[in-house]
C-alpha cells in the first residue's frame, strides 16, 4: 500500500482542484437528503443521467417522501417511471425498499452502513453516497467509473479484474477525512468527463502524472 501512500495527498489536490471548475450540476446534487440520494440512485439504475435529469423533479415532487413512495400504487408508479425504461422492476425496488423503512424505521432513512445495507436493493455504493452525501460521514463511493480510474491509476499494482472488495480498500485509502463529498463527486464524474471506457482524455487528466495507465504508455485493458 505504499504506493497508495505516497501518491494519494496528490490526487487528491488534483482531483478537489479540478472539481471546482469541472463538476456536473443535476437536481440530486442541490438539496441534498437522503431521500434524493436514494431516489436518485434507483432512477440512475441501467439509465442515463440525462434521463434522470429530466424526470427526477416531477418524481420527488409526487412522491416527496418515503411514506409516499410507501403508499404508492404501483401501476401508477410504474407509469412515472415508464420513460426511464426498466420500469416495472424500478416500482418493485421503491415499494419494497419504502415500505421496509417504513417499517423498520417510521420511514427515517438510517445512517449506519449496516442498516443501510439491511434495506432491499440497497448495496455498498448506494449506502456510501447516502452516508457520505446527505449524512456527512466519510465514505468512498465506488461504481463502474470509479473501479476504472483506480485500476488504470494503479495499474502496476492492482491486476485486471481486481476483485471490488481490493478496489473499495483502495478507495477508502485515497479518500480524505474531509471535502469527501466533493471528492466523491470530483471522481464520479472524472469517469464520466475524461477517465471514460474506451478512450481516456489522459491529456486532461488532473492526475495524469500520478497514473499508471498514462506513464506505461496507456496499455491495452479490458476495463469496466
Ligand atoms: S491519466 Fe488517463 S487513465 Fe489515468 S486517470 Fe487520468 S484519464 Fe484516467
Not at 412522491?63 to 403508499?71: E, F, K
Not at 439491511?118 to 470509479?146: E, F, K, Q, R, W
Request: glycine share 4%; hydrophobic share 40%; charged share 25%.
Amino acid at each position: 500500500m505504499q504506493e497508495i501512500e505516497s501518491r494519494k495527498t496528490h490526487i487528491r489536490k488534483g482531483l478537489l482542484k479540478w472539481a471546482k471548475r469541472n463538476l456536473r450540476t443535476f437536481p440530486w446534487r442541490q438539496d441534498v437528503s437522503p431521500y434524493r440520494i436514494l431516489v436518485a440512485e434507483v432512477l440512475l439504475k441501467r439509465t442515463t443521467s440525462t434521463a434522470v435529469e429530466r424526470l427526477f423533479p416531477s418524481f420527488v415532487q409526487a412522491y416527496p417522501d418515503i411514506s409516499a413512495l410507501a403508499g404508492a400504487r404501483k401501476k401508477d408508479l410504474r407509469q412515472k417511471l415508464v420513460q426511464l425504461g426498466y420500469h416495472k422492476k424500478r416500482a418493485e425496488i421503491f415499494i419494497e425498499m419504502a415500505r421496509y423503512i417504513m417499517k423498520k424505521y417510521h420511514g427515517r432513512i438510517p445512517k449506519t452502513q449496516e442498516e443501510l445495507l439491511d434495506i432491499p436493493h440497497i448495496g455498498d455504493y448506494t449506502a456510501n453516497a447516502i452516508l457520505s452525501l446527505a449524512y456527512g460521514i466519510p465514505a468512498a463511493m465506488v461504481d463502474c467509473n470509479v473501479i476504472r480510474i483506480i485500476t488504470r491509476v494503479f495499474l502496476k499494482r492492482l491486476p485486471e479484474k481486481t476483485p471490488q472488495k481490493i478496489v473499495q480498500e483502495v478507495a477508502d485509502l485515497l479518500s480524505p477525512k474531509k471535502d469527501y463529498q466533493c471528492y466523491n463527486y470530483a471522481l464520479l464524474d472524472l469517469g464520466a468527463l475524461v477517465c471514460r471506457s474506451g478512450t481516456p482524455k489522459c491529456k486532461i487528466c488532473p492526475i495524469n502524472r500520478y497514473c499508471d495507465y498514462y506513464t506505461l504508455g496507456k496499455p491495452m485493458m479490458n476495463d469496466c
